[in-house]
């Protein structure tokens, strides 16, 4: 089996530019199976692609290849990035969806040639698609383009420790559930104050009644803030930005 | 080629969700190939996800590999199944969704084990899609985890014979077009009483002008009710319970 | 590697239809990978499957076969089609949706035979499904069924020409990003004139101000209005219908 090539991007697929874009990579790199991870990104939403790809960008076996096109910047001066971190590859605009793979050490990053004929509109198709499609068949990061030594890299905002031992942290995105995903690692044992509430850190979803909020530690190690059979965002009034505390559970 | 792997969940994919449950697969099963059926049911719609399986799991070939999660019991008390029927394998939550295949005769159902480090509120990446993973590359049923005697089974309503020769059902899913899809099998020659119109069975759609109701047998065996060009939900006011009668043909 | 069959419909996924449909494919082609296009066209809207199809057909390699299906008149009078052009195979109704095939040089069509057990509401699933697979696994056009010598052909409404040089021409489409896609190709200097403004034509969004609108041509080479990082059809009232006048520089 050949390496697959995973697809995100906020293209939507009713319009047929995603059609396209896998048009041109089952022509290049026909053994490669081709995984549709999202097209439903918000458009031009550059934070949410960047934080889905970090949740699964290493879940993939390595050779994988992952193509994540938001790109609001085609056409103009921002770089075509291809990467290769923790023996997966990626490419996509250079603005930041790639950061997740950035971050780790050792990642490194080439600046992908904009062919002539290349429609200023979308590169996609006509430059992404083709890389991903190089690298799933074996060609060498280096055999892309030129080394980039400062890549744009977006962070998560880090929480901030309080004087009397709590943390403040913020909501940084909002599932289809509802439910409020946290920059806050979810280490100790500990109450999330949100809104004038002191929620108790639960293990699951089920230790509260219908309706009831909940705090517990999500599928990827951060603290959210849920509503049992409910949308904590509509019930709670939480949005990306919101801010809550974590109060570690006082030591007596 | 290797069985293939099909995903129904009500997950969205633009979290990433799915890319985590997709990596999984590739990481443990790469030659089996993933295939969609569907992200989009309704948040925690378990009767939803229920109908849409009983429509698809036998389309496909002996080995084909189901993974169907809808649940909103994720880390509390319920099971996690993989039931192996008619020479295909399904994973889920014991919650129903897998009904229509513990129905057919012969099913057996076992308990997936929860590993340790497994997210309390993802186990369709931690529990289901490795489960999915290991049938798709030949692990037997029984290897998995130990038999469960009494898996949850959700039924459709079944339709109620009133005194006068008619039956009474009632629509039990409304489809993307608008057509309310009835309980009622669609066997014999005969009208359909609802909203207090009396519509003729027909065929096909085209059988009555534009913007008509009209009654007829879908493509799973069924009575739906439609509009031409248009939706029936919306013209009839029509919705998952609303009540309708078949009376059959009377042979004079 | 067998060849790919593509997927286009406006079934939505929720229902399990797409996952019938598929079933079907995955038995009979098992070895031919699956790839959606989009399920996501709007209900009934041939046009629009029309437009996605003339973008990708041919971005696949040779063999590939398209399956189209928006079908409002399945289980009428009109027929079903498999079309060969340009060494690409694809089936879907006789109602304009193939018609980007049908119009290149050399393309044929044969009517495919309803099998007496398929179901009149769903051809997707009992008739082309399995007319792809025979397709992708190496069955001739011509076993298919008799030829078709006047299947419904749909064209993009034509420019017209004005007096005064200009070209007046007409929004075919709106895209996820609210850019408006026009039936005027873009292949000299000039200026687009659009609900009383007159744009200059630009080479992407970037030359122009957040927010402001820009006329450029787009990835298929027809001329497109759109706001930089909004929405043309939001912000200029645009839509399928909407007139525009291309003005080319004058040469002085």
């Given at each position: 089996v050949t390496a697959p090539i995973t697809l995100l991007t906020d293209f939507g697929t009713a319009d047929g530019?995603?059609?396209?874009?896998?048009?041109?990579?089952?022509?290049?790199?026909?053994?490669?199976?081709?995984?549709?991870?999202?097209?439903?990104i918000p458009p031009q939403a550059i934070d949410s692609a960047r934080l889905a790809v970090a949740r699964y960008w290493r879940r993939y076996p390595e050779g994988t290849v992952h193509l994540a096109v938001v790109d609001p910047g085609v056409g103009a001066s921002r770089q075509a990035l291809a990467v290769e971190s923790d023996g997966r590859f990626l490419v996509g605009p250079d603005n930041g969806v790639l950061s997740p793979?950035?971050?780790?050490?050792?990642?490194?990053?080439?600046s992908l040639p904009i062919p002539p004929g290349a429609a200023p509109t979308f590169h996609g198709r006509d430059v992404f698609a083709p890389a991903a499609a190089a690298l799933a068949t074996g060609s060498a990061l280096d055999?892309?383009?030129?080394?980039?030594?400062?890549?744009v890299i977006l962070r998560t905002p880090r929480p901030r420790h309080l004087g009397d031992g709590g943390t403040e942290g913020e909501v940084v995105a909002i599932d289809r559930f509802g439910n409020a995903i946290t920059n806050l690692p979810g280490l100790t044992d500990g109450s999330i104050m949100v809104g004038g509430m002191n929620l108790p850190m639960a293990a699951t979803y089920s230790e509260v009644e219908r309706l009831q909020p909940?705090?517990?530690?999500?599928?990827?190690?951060l603290i959210e803030i849920a509503v049992r059979d409910g949308s904590a965002a509509d019930e709670l009034k939480l949005a990306v930005g919101s801010r809550i505390v974590f109060n570690p559970t006082r030591q007596e």
């Open positions: 530019y995603v059609g396209e874009m896998k048009g041109v990579i089952a022509t290049l790199a026909p053994s490669s199976p081709i995984i549709d991870v999202t097209h439903d793979a950035l971050l780790i050490p050792g990642a490194r990053a080439v055999d892309l383009g030129p080394p980039v030594e400062d890549p909940v705090a517990l530690v999500g599928s990827s190690g």
